[in-house]
């Protein structure tokens, strides 16, 4: 059973930063194989593509709209993925998931996500 467990979101304003964490319960060698992603998703609307990062970190994809604003990255020995995102807006208020795709690729769409986690709540007041 694959867990995935996210942290870091709450209520901030607009032009704040926050770093969502999440941590993986399967092994090292086995998240080592896995492409991760963050999505969101706000109220009414569909769930969308954050960013994603490759097994080993080097290849990483962003959705325009936080391009230049978010970062991913991971700690394959802590399995962990992270996104800081700074210069926040009222938009980017949504649930915030993490995903686990099993390829040594870059997931870039939620359909090709094997695991996911609960999500945490990102709101930013403006």
């Known amino acids: 059973q694959v867990q995935l467990v996210e942290s870091g979101g709450e209520l901030v304003q607009a032009g704040d930063s926050l770093r969502l964490s999440c941590a993986c319960s399967?092994?090292?060698?086995?998240?080592?194989?896995?492409?991760m992603g963050w999505f969101r998703q706000a109220p009414g609307k569909e769930r969308e593509t954050v960013a994603a990062?490759?097994?080993?970190?080097?290849?990483?994809y962003y959705t325009d709209s936080v391009k230049g604003r978010f970062t991913i990255s991971r700690d394959n020995a802590k399995r962990s993925v992270y996104l800081q995102m700074n210069s926040l807006k009222p938009e980017d208020t949504a649930v915030y998931y993490c995903?686990?795709?099993?390829?040594?690729?870059?997931?870039?769409?939620?359909?090709?996500?094997?695991?996911w986690g609960q999500g945490t709540q990102v709101t930013v007041s403006s």
């Open positions: 995903a686990a795709d099993r390829t040594l690729g870059l997931g870039y769409s939620s359909n090709e996500y094997d695991y």
């Open positions: 399967v092994a090292t060698f086995t998240f080592r194989s896995y492409a």
């Open positions: 990062i490759n097994w080993s970190g080097g290849r990483t």
